[in-house]
Structures are given as C-alpha cells and as structure tokens.
C-alpha cells in the first residue's frame, strides 16, 4: 500500500476515499480497476450495490482509506437502490465520493468485443437464447442510465488507447491530483566494469571526468570519503555536469511520477563504481532531496569491489614506479589489454618455431 492508503495507520488524517467504477461493457472498466490498485486502492468489482457501504465501512475497520468498486449491469437487480446506496456510500460528507462512468461509440464496443472474441454480459437474454452485440450494448445502456446520471465524471474512451486511460485515472488519483507521491526515486552508483544495473532507468556515464584512482593518495579510498569528493567536485568539468544533470532530472522526475511508475532508477556510472559515480551520486541526492516531492534513495553497488590489498607490492610484479603504473591502467581498463604470450622455449634448444598450418585437402592426393 502507498503512502495514502498507510497514513490513516501511522496517525495522519487522511479522508476516506471511494470511487465508484461504472459503465458499458468494453469501454474499460477493468483497465480503470487496475490502474487505482497500482496507486494503493483497495478494489473490488462486480460487488452487489446493497454490499457496498458495508464493505467501504469494513475496509476502513482495517485501514484501507482508499477503495474502489466496480459496478456494472451485471448487478441490475440492485441498480435500483443505487441512489440510496451513493448516500450511504458518502457518508454526510465524510467520505469523498466519486462516481466514474466508462462510455465509448457502439462501433468502438463491437470492435473490442471481435478482437476479443468475449460474449457480451447480457448474451443469455435474447429470444433464442443470446442478443446480439449491438442489442446487448442498447439494452446496457438502458439499465445502466440512472448510473451515468449520478456520475462525477464521464470518460469517454472511444479513441482512448489503454495507456491513454491509465494517465487519465493517475492523473484525477494518483500524485499529480495533489495527493502525496509513492514514486521512490532510487540514484545508483555503478561500475561498468561490473556491467549497469539491468532496471536502470536512466544512465548517466561519468568516466570522462578526472579520475581519482591515478592519484596515489586518493586510489585507496572511495567517492564517499571528505578528499576524493573534494576532488572530483572541484572540478570545472564535474559542476557543469552537475547543472545539467540536475536540470534533467528535476524536469523529467515528475514526468515520470505522472506516468504512474512505482520506482525510479537513475544510474551514475564510472569505470569501477569506486570514485567518481560515488562522489556524484551523493551530490545529486543532496542537491535533488528539497526540490523533489518524491523519497530519494541512494545506492552504491559496487563501491565495495576493488579494493586495494595493503600489502606490498611483491618485487617480481613490480620492479619500478613505471611498472606500477602500467599495471594501475591496466587494472583501470579491466584487463582489456594484455602482454602477448611468451614463445615456447624448449630445454635444449632455442624458441620453437610455431608449427605451420597444416593444409587444406584439396580432393586429390
């Protein structure tokens, strides 16, 4: 549950909220449902009219501030008392109470039921036995009129793809109504090395900026202590990157929040995910966390990897300043680079050659 639905549980006051889901069938209903439960609603569909205030009053017995229920003609026999059962449902204006309709063209509705190939809900009524589509849809419209009367608002979704729909009921629910965000924005620092993370949703490749690990005294220590951080910030480079990055991420955070997306990943990467990212990444958080209505966490995945032995170097590894050097960049590209291999000396004699390739048979001997 998000944070709406959990703050009557923690002592905040939090109104109740019921949104009642009507309308034809194939004009999305469900797609309505679906939407509402990923933003913290308690959802129940096809629940007899009269069952509902006693549901709503249960739900909020066990902390459930937000429920949705979904009404539609298969419960005609109570779609008489849906009058009456709206007021209980509100409570006196203790509870805020919203009435969504979900209509569309008869063609449209003909089209979903084809492409699906589902029966229409009314398809046992008819003379011999099944209505056709469009008479289904007539006779729906017909019982389910009283509803669309009392509806707050109506939803047409005749040129409305899914997707569409989803934003229209995040937008009138979710964070951008008003209502505190659940979106949990996550900054991760990485090594590419290591390969980025695989739910990334941005990545932000910061390998062209000094890097700390050629700076004897900083190699041992990461992102996270007072020096390298010192460091990789000062740099000219690092504060206009910081200026842009920031500038994209608080332009397209709450673009994603309005999307209805329950977490945010923005990966920082550098070569090893010690230094540079790590630096970053905690730079970006303190900068995003008071402009930002979302939580901002910060990870860093692999500034544990890679640490450096104290020990010291043994001599036949490194005979001089220079080998150590070479070595350090060669760490430093993962070992993309490697010495060629040493020819094969024989005990009594020079180098062997290398052995020739033996020819192709060409079909004649």
Known sequence: MNDRGSARSTGTHVRPTVVVVSGLSGAGKSQVLHALEDLGFFCVDNLPTLLAPQAVTLCERGGMALVALGI?????????????????LESGGQRDLHVLFLDASDETLLRRFSESRRPHPLSSEGSEGALAVLD????????????????????DTTNTSVHELRRIVIAHFGPASGGVGRMVTRIVSFGFKYGAPVDADIVLDVRFLDNPYFVPELRPMTGLDEPTSRYVLASPETQEFMIRARALLEYVIPKYEREGKSYLTIAIGCTGGRHRSVAIADA????????????????????ARGQLSTAPPSPALLTDEGAQDERSSVLELKGVSSPPPAPAVREDGPPAEPMARPKASGGRS
């Open 284 to 303: 970006l958080a303190r900068e995003l966390l008071p402009s930002s209505a979302t939580p901002v966490a910060v990870v860093h995945r692999d500034v």
């Open 136 to 155: 289904g849809v007539r006779v729906e419209r017909e019982r389910l009129a009283p509803l669309r009367a009392s509806a707050t608002r109506i939803i």
């Open 72 to 88: 539609d003609v298969r419960v005609r026999a109570f779609l008489g008392e849906f009058g009456n059962v709206l007021q209980q």
